[in-house]
């Protein structure tokens, strides 16, 4: 078994444990030939301008130039956005994905009348077009969507007005940036044992979830939020501008409601959100238990969510990169031999970045390059955590995999309301997997902890994050002041609804609504980690449970799901796979997921305690 290389400096780390950009460009000299010929292709686009109308096989030579350029711009962009990544010190790399950007740009503005220009087309016109053009299939979906979009397409004057509100609407956006990250003035504690930290983000985070002494999580929490706290009048106003500015939007093209207008993209029906919540709000008995346990367990006599982070127990045992590769593709196999064959291919070497070394960016990611296939980010440290990142994004790999084997450039693309469903239904897999392995308490519990953490992260506190989003946007529409004060309110009585009397609820965390960039740069957004999730529970417990005529009937439908990539709207590919987010049940089985596992942990922490 290989060992962690020691040395962070990446010339030292094993070839086998880095990527190779080979497969996307044999050299520099070839990205530059890439960018040329990528410029020749925009101009030769550009003159295409004027013709769609001339007939299908028109619309058909302009999506496949569109279809050329749109390959071409992955490998161009791949090929040093990855080398950057991999150290962001180097400033030649930097100045080279630069000349990329400045590329793309250029392409937008070349093809900025394709659209417009493709809808004034009749409908009726282009659908005969495409009933009659076989070689026009792959491009069906898109174009349909086009103008089922249309409805809420302004004439060319109120476009033209909505153009010039665009940098204005973008405002609150830089304000809340600069407010919350180049202005802010983060607090220094003195901790128990008498040093002092600064409590930045990271260090926070790092505080919480290693501190044994709850006076020091007590005073960081405090400290950290009511930073925030100090200029939540201004945040307010901030985010009182944004609710406006998406009424305002969602109003000035035709929609009902805000919710209505952020979902239309996608063709998602208001319900799935409304469900969402409503089941997430009345299925909190799990949560709250789940509190309760971890606050016996620690000893504590009164539990915060401040606490929430910190382990209940600790464990030596690590995980080897070459082991949890072991273990996460022995993992998949109830998704058959097919799949793990290509699992394989997405995690041979040179596919994936494994170790940390000096200038890489942190984190962990998957990324695909159409034609060649998906390249994965590790910062891998040997810990059970980090095994779950490997067949998390492994699961985001085989997903892109799996679309671009299966669908043309033109509908390969899967859009972010399925993106988490395959990497968290591996996680499952892996997690069911280990349990199996081992009969001691403590690892058990740990396995489950690291089950039960992902449905309260990515499942309870989403909900609760897209709750208040819809009651705070539901505000302007029935023209209600918006106001720190109402805000405050609305988030700690949020917070009392779903954790009860789990928690004591102290009064500085009514601020955290200001500490979330997704209320202020993506609103609307944070309901999707929430719904994949939903999703996953549902589709692993059809691929895993009953008979085995009906389980190998789910995992085809499942990687049929994998295999659409965006060739149809994501609630319509989640029903053919046998999920349906409108109904209660969909959601349900989250919450009798986390049910069921925190079950399982009282079960091994009262193994412990004989």
């Not at 200029?231 to 985010?239: D, E, G, K, M």
């Not at 995690?347 to 000096?358: F, L, M, Q, S, T």
């Not at 995999?401 to 033109?410: G, I, K, V």
């Not at 700690?492 to 009860?500: C, R, S, T």
Request: aromatic content about 12%.
């Amino acid at each position: 078994m290989a060992a962690k290389p020691a040395s962070r400096v990446r010339a030292d780390i094993p070839a086998q444990y880095r990527w190779d950009f080979s497969p996307i460009y044999a050299s520099w000299e070839a990205w530059e030939a890439g960018m040329r010929e990528m410029d020749q292709r925009i101009d030769a686009f550009a003159k295409l301008q004027g013709t769609l109308k001339n007939g299908p096989d028109a619309v058909l030579a302009a999506y496949k130039a569109y279809d050329e350029i749109g390959q071409l711009q992955y490998r161009i962009y791949r090929y040093p956005q990855l080398q950057r990544d991999t150290d962001t010190r180097d400033q030649n790399v930097a100045g080279r994905f630069q000349r990329v950007g400045a590329l793309f740009a250029k392409f937008d503005a070349a093809s900025a009348w394709f659209t417009p220009e493709l809808l004034t087309v009749p409908e009726a016109t282009m659908r005969e077009w495409l009933d009659k053009t076989p070689a026009l299939k792959p491009y069906r979906f898109p174009i349909l969507e086009n103008f089922r979009r249309q409805a809420h397409v302004l004439d060319e004057k109120g476009e033209r007005l909505m153009a010039l509100a665009s940098r204005a609407n973008r405002a609150p956006n830089a304000i809340y940036s600069e407010l919350s990250t180049s202005d802010i003035k983060f607090p220094t504690i003195r901790l128990s044992d008498g040093k002092e930290l600064t409590l930045s983000p990271a260090n926070y985070q790092a505080l919480l979830s290693e501190s044994t002494v709850q006076a020091d999580r007590a005073a960081a929490a405090a400290a950290h939020v009511g930073t925030y706290g100090q200029t939540a009048h201004t945040y307010a106003a901030i985010y009182e501008g944004i609710l406006q500015r998406d009424w305002f939007v969602a109003r000035a093209r035709n929609f009902p409601t805000t919710l209505d207008a952020a979902l239309d993209e996608n063709a998602i029906p208001r319900q799935v959100v409304e469900t969402l919540i409503e089941v997430a709000r009345q299925g909190t008995g799990p949560l709250q238990r789940y509190a309760k346990l971890r606050q016996r367990l620690l000893g504590l006599p009164s539990y915060h969510l401040y606490d929430q982070f910190v382990p209940v127990f600790r464990s030596d045992k690590t995980w080897p990169y070459e082991e949890a590769r072991r273990q996460a593709t022995a993992s998949i196999a109830p998704l058959g031999q097919g799949y793990v064959q290509r699992y394989q291919k997405a995690i041979a070497p040179g596919r994936v970045d494994v170790y940390e070394n000096d200038g890489k960016r942190s984190g962990a990611y998957s990324a695909g390059v159409y034609g060649v296939g998906p390249y994965m980010l590790l910062n891998y440290n040997d810990t059970r955590d980090a095994m779950f990142t490997f067949a998390h994004e492994a699961g985001h790999a085989m997903h892109t995999l799996l679309s671009t084997e299966h669908q043309p450039y033109a509908t390969a693309d899967y859009t972010i309301f399925v993106a988490e469903v395959a990497s968290t239904t591996n996680e499952r897999f892996l997690l069911e997997h280990l349990l199996k392995q081992t009969t001691d308490p403590k690892e058990r519990f740990l396995l489950l902890q690291e089950a039960v953490d992902a449905i309260v992260g990515t499942f309870y506190t989403q909900v609760l994050f897209a709750d208040f989003e819809l009651r705070a946007h539901q505000l302007v529409e029935r023209d209600e002041p918006v106001t720190t004060e109402v805000l405050n309110k609305l988030y700690a009585g949020l917070l009392k609804e779903y954790w009860g009397d789990a928690i004591t609820h102290d009064e500085f965390y009514q601020y955290t609504w200001a500490r979330i960039p997704h209320f202020f740069n993506s609103p609307y957004y944070v309901y999707q980690y929430a719904t994949c999730f939903a999703s996953s529970a549902q589709l692993f417990k059809a691929m895993t449970e009953g008979p085995k005529a009906g389980r190998e009937a789910a995992v085809k439908r499942y990687l049929e799901l994998l295999s659409s990539g965006g060739n149809d709207q994501p609630m319509k590919q989640l029903l053919k796979a046998g999920v349906d987010l409108t109904q209660r049940q969909t959601v349900q089985a989250v919450v009798d997921q986390l049910d069921e596992l925190v079950t399982r942990m009282e079960a091994e922490a009262a193994k412990l305690a004989r």
